[in-house]
């Protein structure tokens, strides 16, 4: 069992920067098991995909409406995935969680479906 802590929300401008983080449970086995992703669901919408990064750190993905403006990155060594974002817009405004997808069985995905653990979530709102 893994669990995700995530931290870093909050309130800021249209143009402004957040640094989200995700920290999983020593319990949970090595965090390097796992490949990570952050999702985000705005009120009425989907849960989307927003980034995910694989177990090594070697190969990362991002939504096209991310693109150029958010980073993630995963410190091994200390359990941790980050999603830096910059230049933030009024449409970025979500709860943002972290999720966990187990190496073993599955290649880097963008499906939440293949994700197994989840954190609670962390709101970013963006004021225009």
């Known amino acids: 069992q893994v669990q995700l802590v995530e931290s870093g929300g909050g309130l800021v401008q249209a143009g402004g920067s957040l640094r989200l983080s995700c920290t999983a449970s020593a319990s949970g086995g090595t965090f390097s098991s796992y490949h990570m992703g952050w999702f985000r669901q705005a009120p009425g919408k989907e849960r989307d995909v927003v980034a995910a990064?694989?177990?090594?750190?070697?190969?990362?993905y991002y939504a096209d409406s991310v693109k150029g403006r958010f980073t993630i990155s995963r410190d091994n060594a200390k359990n941790t995935v980050f999603l830096q974002m910059n230049s933030l817009k009024p449409e970025d405004t979500a709860v943002y969680y972290c999720?966990?997808?187990?190496?073993?069985?599955?290649?880097?995905?963008?499906?939440?479906?293949?994700?197994?653990?989840w954190g609670q979530g962390t709101q970013v709102t963006v004021s225009s």
């Open positions: 990064i694989s177990w090594s750190g070697g190969s990362t």
């Open positions: 999720a966990a997808s187990f190496r073993t069985y599955y290649s880097l995905s963008t499906d939440a479906e293949k994700y197994s653990y």
